[in-house]
């Protein structure tokens, strides 16, 4: 399984971005993406998760207002809208797949793929 993240960069606050997951390999329509943010010296943070097949999605109470998640389901692909970016928002955004196909935040041995991550930095 193959995770690769796209669209991240720099922003001003305010602004907005798309973050693209494309999943290749042994992905089944089952399997959930998730998004997780993480900043050097800090836990990763979830911030949104959705199940390929179904559509059912979570996102993290602090994006929830501003964030949206959605997914291509016959690319195996989900976006992560981010919208009135804040520099708080600022973090190397990871994807990640659970295989269960669980939406909400679980533990990190839950996961067994990663992308290689996509960096955004927002600027006040």
């Known amino acids: 399984v193959e995770l690769v993240e796209s669209g991240g960069g720099s922003a001003q606050a305010g602004d907005s971005l798309r973050l693209s997951c494309s999943a290749s390999?042994?992905?089944?329509?089952?399997?959930?993406l998730v998004w997780y943010r993480q900043v050097p010296g800090k836990q990763r943070q979830f911030v949104a998760g959705?199940?390929?097949?179904?559509?059912?999605?979570y996102l993290a109470d602090s994006v929830n207002d501003r964030f949206t998640i959605s997914r291509d389901y016959p690319n195996y692909t989900v976006y992560l809208d981010m919208n009135d970016l804040k520099p708080e928002d600022t973090a190397v955004y990871l994807c990640?797949?659970?295989?269960?196909?669980?939406?909400?935040?679980?533990?990190?041995?839950?996961?067994?793929?990663w992308g290689q991550g996509t960096q955004v930095t927002v600027s006040s």
């Open positions: 990640g797949r659970h295989w269960r196909g669980t939406v909400q935040p679980r533990p990190m041995g839950e996961y067994d793929y």
């Open positions: 390999g042994r992905t089944y329509s089952t399997d959930a």
């Open positions: 959705i199940n390929l097949r179904t559509g059912v999605q």
